[in-house]
């Protein structure tokens, strides 16, 4: 081997030990998740830690956000842990909504730096699904005892025969004797309508809810169907929104373009999607599940009568000023019959 062979070996041995030893070499920015998931039922909370290991400091990290997981999942809140220059953190409460088995998809993290963006991503998440339906071999429940009823029924139909037969003679008595009364006109009286407060409705409805007993899971499908209706037609009462005909969807779609509280807004969504679930996804839950959807509906009606109290006495006023022109309008139709007589 001669010395020009000897010199340009050993300059690409030297140009191959720099580019390993290089942070460029290796993969220089490195993400880790973690999941804290055993198996999941519908409304189950976890958290989801996404870890981040990085060379250098960036301008901007971007995290993934709620579309980036999918529709059985949303965010709660997040919180990020910040703990050196080169490693960074944030953990998320996740809340499932599926039924039946998934997997967190990978999510991306961006990495900006002077206009160039660096991608990496977290590896898929298994999620178990829990099923809280009713196991087949659960034994029924026994039937509730007869009631007895009164067997000697005949001495009221004879009863009732005789007053019929005596009615009858007394009518045909004064035919007779032209002693037949003429009907007496009575006067008619204006009668307003009462006014139905949808606040005090929507609290009788759900405390009606609160002594609800389940003994099938038609019970349940009854219940949350009753639930919904309830806040579907507390919007249509109140803001005049064909809530009972529409889906949930376009409820709140109707209620954030009108500008609603954005906390009514949120209370509204959570009762409603748990009774979707159950009306069109045969999802059963538990009597404890059922309580904890009353107890939103019950925060959703405070903050109903905290931010819509003057829409409710708005309405209130206007229907007194319509019973009052309606009661105007009667005497005045009345007045004009007696001078006609």
């Known amino acids: 081997m001669n010395n020009r062979t000897l010199h340009v070996a050993t300059l690409v041995l030297i140009a191959g030990i720099l580019f390993l030893l290089s942070p460029h070499a290796t993969q220089a920015q490195s993400v880790k998740e973690y999941a804290s998931i055993d198996s999941l039922s519908v409304g189950d909370r976890f958290s989801y830690t996404i870890t981040l290991s990085k060379d250098q400091p960036y301008e901007e990290i971007i995290y993934p956000d709620s579309l980036s997981f999918g529709s059985p999942f949303e965010i709660r809140s997040r919180q990020r842990y910040q703990v050196t220059d080169f490693k960074d953190s944030l953990v998320y409460d996740l809340q499932f909504f599926g039924t039946e088995e998934t997997q967190i998809p990978p999510v991306s993290v961006r990495l900006v730096n002077s206009g160039d963006t660096t991608v990496v991503y977290t590896n898929p998440v298994p999620v178990p699904f829990k099923t809280v339906l009713q196991s087949e071999q659960e034994s029924l429940r026994p039937f509730k005892p007869i009631f007895d009823f009164a067997a000697a029924w005949w001495p009221y139909l004879i009863a009732l025969l005789l007053l019929v037969a005596a009615g009858w003679y007394l009518y045909k008595l004064y035919q ?113 599940q059922a309580e904890k959807a009353l107890e939103k509906a019950d925060a959703f009606l405070e903050r109903a009568r905290e931010v819509d109290k003057p829409r409710v006495d708005h309405l209130r006023n206007k229907h007194q000023q319509e019973n009052e022109e309606k009661r105007k309008a009667f005497e005045e139709s009345q007045k004009s019959e007696v001078e006609r007589v």
Do not use: C
């Not at 409705?201 to 219940?223: M, P, W």
């Open 176 to 288: 007779e004797k032209g002693l037949e009364p003429k009907p007496v006109k009575k006067k008619q009286v204006y009668s307003p309508t009462p006014f139905q407060d949808p606040l005090h409705r929507l609290g009788n409805i759900l405390k009606q809810l609160k002594g609800y007993t389940f003994s099938s899971e038609k019970d349940f499908e009854v219940f949350y169907v009753n639930l919904g209706d309830a806040i579907r037609e507390y919007f249509e009462d109140l803001y005049r929104i064909p809530a009972l005909e529409s889906t949930s969807r376009e409820i709140l779609y109707e209620l954030s373009r009108r500008s609603v509280d954005s906390e009514l807004i949120d209370k509204t969504k959570a009762v409603l999607q748990e009774a979707d679930m159950v009306k069109f996804a045969k999802f059963t839950p538990s009597e404890k």
